[in-house]
């Protein structure tokens, strides 16, 4: 079946440093990719939706310059958060559809980032 | 009004009991329903998808009624292993929205 791969699974570093982090469909092609941010203990929220070839769309009260988004194959997506913090400090998951839009989306493993 | 709506529980269940879940959505315009699975600190899993006419997949049956914006997910002789956040998911086109989740924690 369709697997999203998500690198790295873990990401410990100091405050500034700029994290990039990778989604890849591994046996479909997919056009449009959603990255998600999930605090302790509340649901997943969408940050942005990613399109290949095309900027991305923020949700509101996402920063677009904060977190960077490229969508530059069919394949792949990478959100960059920028000059982290530790109030980045979350559970960062992207997910992916393979065809029609009542299909449903197969998420990547989660990448937990930790900003001291 | 919050789009999508469940009881966030913890439901504490013995070994063997039957559970159900309720979830409401507030857009009239949302085209597929899902019930995915999240254990902590992991992604979610797709469970099952629902569907009008209601389906089921071993111990665990979902129903969708479109004219009360409902859906819900029964499971039958719980386990262990079926502790985890049950998140009620909506689809409009290309958009999921959760659910709060609810936590299911089953006992010995």
């Known amino acids: 079946g369709a697997v999203v791969s998500q690198h790295p699974s873990w990401v410990i570093c100091k405050s500034g440093t700029s994290v990039k982090i990778e989604c890849r469909s591994l046996?479909?092609?997919?056009?449009?990719m959603f990255w998600y941010r999930q605090f302790p203990k509340q649901s997943l929220m969408l940050m942005a939706t990613?399109?290949?070839?095309?900027?991305?769309?923020?949700e509101q009260g996402v920063e677009k310059d904060k977190f960077l988004i490229n969508h530059a194959s069919l394949t792949l997506s990478t959100l960059t958060v920028t000059s982290a913090h530790p109030e980045d400090s979350s559970f960062y998951i992207c997910?992916?559809?393979?065809?029609?839009?009542?299909?449903?989306?197969?998420f990547g493993d989660g990448t937990r980032l930790s900003i001291l | 009004r919050k789009e999508v709506e469940q009881d966030p529980g913890p439901f504490n269940v013995p070994e063997g009991a039957t559970v159900a879940f309720n979830c409401t959505y507030s857009n009239s315009a949302s085209q597929s329903f899902f019930w995915y699975r999240q254990d902590c600190r992991k992604e979610p899993k797709l469970l099952m998808s629902?569907?009008?006419s209601g389906n089921e997949d071993g111990r665990f049956t979902a129903q969708l009624n479109r004219a009360s914006q409902y859906i819900s997910l029964l499971i039958r002789d719980s386990k262990l292993s079926d502790s985890a956040t049950y998140l009620c998911?909506?689809?409009?086109?290309?958009?999921?929205?959760f659910g709060g989740g609810t936590r299911l924690m089953v006992k010995p």
């Open positions: 997910s992916a559809r393979d065809g029609r839009g009542n299909q449903p989306q197969h």
């Open positions: 990613s399109n290949e070839g095309s900027k991305a769309t923020y």
């Open positions: 046996d479909f092609q997919a056009t449009t």
């Open positions: 629902v569907y009008s």
């Open positions: 998911v909506v689809n409009v086109g290309n958009m999921l929205t």
